[in-house]
């Protein structure tokens, strides 16, 4: 087990990287699948979902070569298998794409239900109905494993009861190479469903609308080899404008697309953040005491509510009284508890959290709950006073590629050190 050691009160001041998009890479990837072709990748964050990816990958038979460390070539011409083991599939919730894309080139697709950050009761019965209405039938197995197979699966209308990213990632896959059109009413329209289908057109499909909430895929024979580039990640670029905030910081956000971030950079300007919008980067700047403000999450083009756990930790040191209302996942404020041990003053009812800001937070050990509220902690840790150690890291490392180096290189006092408990039961 590792954990960061983080002391906090450094200002970030310097430029940074943004890596390729988590969402976007964990949907291209089972999306190779469909492909009868060579797939050469560019601009793959090099994060451990990624990693979990690409072992389901082997597992079903792919071949994979690294041309470098974030650039990786896909043969799925030999693939042979269509079960996704428990064992792999229980690390991440999008280990669930690989049933569309399995149903999609085989017409039988045999996962795990997945795992993933725990933010309540996470169904899937949007995807199960997109796979359905095709045609596919849907039997639950032993071990928490379920079969979706289809002799031929048929175009159809899909209309979503709930605005769901994954179903509708699920819904574009099941249906490229169906026969006929599909069409996919109340979709979501986050960048990455953009990029998953900018990625299976470059190959051949004909997915249109993407970004608006009706897609149509037309149904075509084959994909064939294609060469891409993954879009660059919209949440970590709103986590390192978070974090030059929350530090009083200046900080050039580079390698970004400005209006993917439209909501975020909104909203820190109510809170007193100056935000300067280049072509393909963004500086952010903190140069009085934040300001209070409400805000709720919403699908895309809302405020995204990967972003709700960082700009918590800026609420609650910002002046006065602010409120979060989470509108998208019924429990995503457990890391709350962690944060009150380092002074953030909160009240939670249900998807309600209201803030009444303080001057400063002090360090104290806490636990990542789960990726984003692991986020939060390391950034609570880079501004308060003191030694902050945050243990669990393992969720902070699915999403952020070279957390420490990329804060390192912004001025911050942070290590990622092996905890002694760990040291101990290797040595026995
Ligand atoms: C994606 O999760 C992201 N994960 C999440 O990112 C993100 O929080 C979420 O979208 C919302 O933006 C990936 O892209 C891999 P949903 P997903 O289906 O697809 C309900 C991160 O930190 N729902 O859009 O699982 C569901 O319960 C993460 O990077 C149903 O009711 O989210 C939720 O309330 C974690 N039935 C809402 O819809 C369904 O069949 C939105 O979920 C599916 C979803």
């Known amino acids: 087990m590792e954990k960061y ?8 001041c310097g430029e940074v990287e943004i890596s390729g998009a988590k969402n976007a890479a964990v949907a291209i990837l089972p999306a190779t699948v469909l492909i009868d072709g060579v797939c050469r990748v560019d601009n793959i964050p090099s994060i451990s979902d990624v990693s979990t990816t690409l072992k389901i990958l082997k597992s079903l038979g792919s071949q994979i070569r690294y041309i470098n460390k974030n650039t990786i070539e896909i043969d799925n011409s030999t693939l042979q298998f269509h079960t996704v083991p428990h064992d792999l599939a229980r690390h991440m919730r ?4 690989f049933i569309g894309s399995l149903l999609g080139r085989f017409g039988i697709a045999r996962v795990s239900m997945p795992g993933g950050c725990n933010f309540g009761v996470r169904p899937i019965d949007q995807h199960l109905k997109a796979f ?7 039997s639950p197995m032993e071990n928490g494993m379920i079969e979706v197979v289809a002799d031929r699966l048929v175009g159809n209308s899909i209309y979503l009861d709930v605005v769901s990213v994954g179903a509708t990632v699920n819904a574009i896959l099941s249906a490229v190479l169906a026969r006929g059109t599909t069409i996919i009413e109340n979709a979501a329209k986050e960048p990455h469903i953009v990029d998953l289908a900018n990625f299976l057109n470059s190959a051949g499909a004909d997915i249109r609308g993407a970004g608006t909430d009706v897609i149509k895929v037309f149904g075509v024979e084959r994909l064939h080899s294609t060469h891409y580039s993954i879009i660059p990640d919209q949440i970590e670029a709103g986590t390192y404008m978070v974090a030059s905030a929350a530090t009083g910081g200046d900080v050039l956000v580079k390698n970004v697309i400005p209006k993917h971030l439209e909501s975020i950079t909104a909203k820190l300007q109510e809170m007193g953040v100056v935000v300067e919008e280049y072509d393909d980067a963004i500086r952010v700047t ?12 919403m699908p895309h083009p ?3 509510t990967d972003m709700q756990p960082p700009v918590a930790v800026l609420l609650s040191m910002a002046d006065g009284t602010s409120i979060i209302t989470e509108s998208v996942w019924e429990n995503r404020f457990r890391y709350i508890d962690e944060l009150r041990r380092m002074g ?3 009240q939670v009812d249900g998807k309600v959290a209201v803030f009444q800001g303080v001057e400063y937070l002090t360090a104290a050990p806490v636990k990542a709950t789960d990726l984003r509220g692991g986020i939060a902690m390391v950034i609570a840790g880079l ?4 030694v902050t150690e945050v243990e669990e890291i393992h969720h902070i490392e ?3 590629e070279n957390l420490v180096e990329k804060l390192a290189n912004l001025g911050a006092d942070i290590r990622r050190v092996v905890t002694s408990d760990s040291l101990i039961s290797r040595a026995l």
């Open 286 to 297: 903190r140069p009085n005491r934040l300001i209070h403000c409400n805000i709720k999450t």
């Open 302 to 304: 809302g405020f995204p």
């Open 398 to 400: 699915r999403g952020y």
């Open 383 to 386: 501004a308060a006073r003191g």
């Open 5 to 12: 050691v983080i002391r906090g009160g450094n200002r970030l």
């Open 344 to 346: 953030v003053q909160a």
């Open 132 to 138: 359905t209405a095709l045609g596919a039938s849907v």
């Open 94 to 97: 999008a280990s669930y794409y």
